[in-house]
């Protein structure tokens, strides 16, 4: 029942018409419950609102999949911006972007120099840009290009997928980079040849990254709304005497706000992903694919005013 609704949701996610409708009617629904907006200045409320309540937040524009290269130079040009006004507007924040929407697909000329601009900025302002990692068929590239860019810039940072059985290997790959690394257990659909299936075998690989991650003595951004996980990084760096300086915590804007109060309460550094953009249908119906129980705020939501 539970792959049924999931792979339903992450269906419905890819449906264009059902996107169109949702991007042109629906906004009102999702504003401040699990995006901020359609555009950057929307969200700034949002975000200043975090930081009062002690959190960091992380930015995203929404938008993945992008075919025509006008499009990613647009897209280039607003997360460009997005870093100014974080500096400008003195916010605590990041910002987080998907290759897909800024050309892999496209050419890898296109992306490295979308990137670049965007990296330039990012030094320039001190403002850190983490790359998402979108399906596997993308995640060699990306790792590619992160790790040439990271050799340039400062201000990069990339995720590592716990259900993909090569995470371990690339964070290996990767190390002499001292890379901040957000670390997840995955949103897409995958195949038994390249990643778990089963959850407790994603669960016990996250805790191997974890770990991994953590006794590098790099930066861990660890970015999950599961208790027990949470949990086993507490104890892990309580445990080996890993300062709370070296890792955080990371939960999408209007997940499981409890427990973002209760780490800040504990001393713990909170990110908030918040995304923005009218292209919101497809992440919707994702999250709701990771937890059909969201569905229930979701009809909440759509019924006031
Ligand atoms: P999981 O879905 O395994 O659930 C475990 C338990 O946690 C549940 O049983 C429940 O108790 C609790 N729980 C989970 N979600 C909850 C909710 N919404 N409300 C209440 N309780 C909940 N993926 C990716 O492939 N590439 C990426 O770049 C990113 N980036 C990213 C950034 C951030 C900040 C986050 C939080 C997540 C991502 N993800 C991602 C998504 C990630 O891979 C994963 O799909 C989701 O976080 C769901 O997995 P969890 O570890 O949160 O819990």
Redesign the pocket.
């Known amino acids: 029942m539970e792959a049924l609704s999931r792979n339903f949701f992450l269906y419905l996610s890819k449906n264009q018409q059902l996107n169109k409708l949702a991007s042109q009617y629906g906004i009102k629904m999702v504003k401040g419950k699990i995006v901020g907006g359609v555009s950057f200045d929307q969200a700034i409320p949002f975000i200043q609102e975090q930081n009062k309540a002690g959190m960091s937040v ?1 930015v995203d524009h929404l938008g993945e999949y992008v075919d025509d290269p006008l499009t990613t130079l647009e897209r280039t040009r607003g997360i460009v911006a997005a870093l100014e006004m974080i500096k400008e507007e003195n916010l605590d924040a990041h910002v ?1 972007l998907k290759l897909t929407a800024l050309g892999l697909d496209i050419s890898e000329e296109l992306v490295r120099l979308n990137l670049r601009r965007i990296l330039t900025a990012a030094d320039r302002l001190g403002v850190m840009v983490t790359i ?3 399906d596997s068929t993308r995640c060699e590239q990306t790792l590619n290009l992160f790790q040439e860019l990271r050799a340039d810039y400062q201000h990069v940072s990339t ?1 590592i ?1 716990a259900y993909l059985y090569r995470s371990s290997e690339d964070l290996d790959r990767m190390q002499h980079l001292q890379p901040f690394v ?1 670390l ?5 659909k995958e195949r038994i040849s390249v990643a778990f299936q089963e ?1 407790r075998d ?2 016990a690989n ?1 805790r191997k990254l974890i770990a991994k991650q953590l006794d590098s003595g790099n930066y861990t951004a660890i ?5 027990r ?1 949470v949990s086993f990084a507490k104890h892990y760096a309580l445990e080996k005497g890993i300062g709370k300086d070296n890792f955080e915590f ?3 804007y209007g ?2 706000k409890q427990l973002q109060e209760e780490l800040v309460k504990q001393g713990y550094k909170v ?1 908030i ?1 918040l995304p923005y953009g009218d292209d919101w249908y497809g992440y919707f119906m994702r ?1 709701l694919a ?2 059909p ?2 569905i229930a705020f979701a009809l909440k939501g759509m019924t006031k005013k």
């Open positions: 992380t987080s998402d990692m979108e995720v997928q957000r997840v257990k995955g949103a897409y959850k994603v669960d996250y970015a999950t709304h599961d208790e996980m990371q939960m999408l997940m499981r990110r992903y999250r990771e937890r129980a969201n």
